[in-house]
Nanobody, 125 residues
Framework: QVQLVESGGGLVQAGGSLRLSCAASGRTFSSSAIGWFRQAPGKEREFVAAISWSGGSQDYADSVKGRFTIARDNAKNAVYLQMNSLKPEDTAVYYC??????????????????WGQGTQVTVSS
């Protein structure tokens, strides 16, 4: 199993940037895909981005394509989500999650077996 801790959330104005980090512990991190999901109040958890165990495959939600970039550093047991051109609708709690090397459907929360506790991102207009 992999233990995950998110950090880097905060309050930012629309148009600004934040970089979220997902720090992992556990032997299986380097063989795990990592996904980022978010959940806004009163809404279901939704997929944001995912990266395969090697970094060779990535997927993004249409709503964040061109604005968000996911990357990983297996030597540091970390995955990052660079968020640019933030919008008020990006406001949510952001979670990272670990799954298999590259899930069949990386957009589905059920493909991931380990989750972090989340970090709050608030974008003001």
């Amino acid at each position: 199993q992999v233990q995950l801790v998110e950090s880097g959330g905060g309050l930012v104005q629309a148009g600004g940037s934040l970089r979220l980090s997902c720090a992992a512990s556990g032997r299986t991190f380097s063989s795990s895909a990592i996904g980022w999901f978010r959940q806004a109040p009163g809404k279901e958890r939704e997929f944001v981005a995912a990266i395969s165990w090697s970094g060779g495959s990535q997927d993004y939600a249409d709503s964040v394509k061109g604005r968000f970039t996911i990357a990983r550093d297996n030597a540091k047991n970390a995955v990052y989500l660079q968020m640019n051109s933030l919008k008020p609708e990006d406001t949510a709690v952001y979670y990272c999650a670990a799954g298999g090397r590259w899930p069949l459907t990386p957009t589905e929360p059920s493909e991931y077996h380990s989750w972090g506790q989340g970090t709050q991102v608030t974008v003001s207009s």
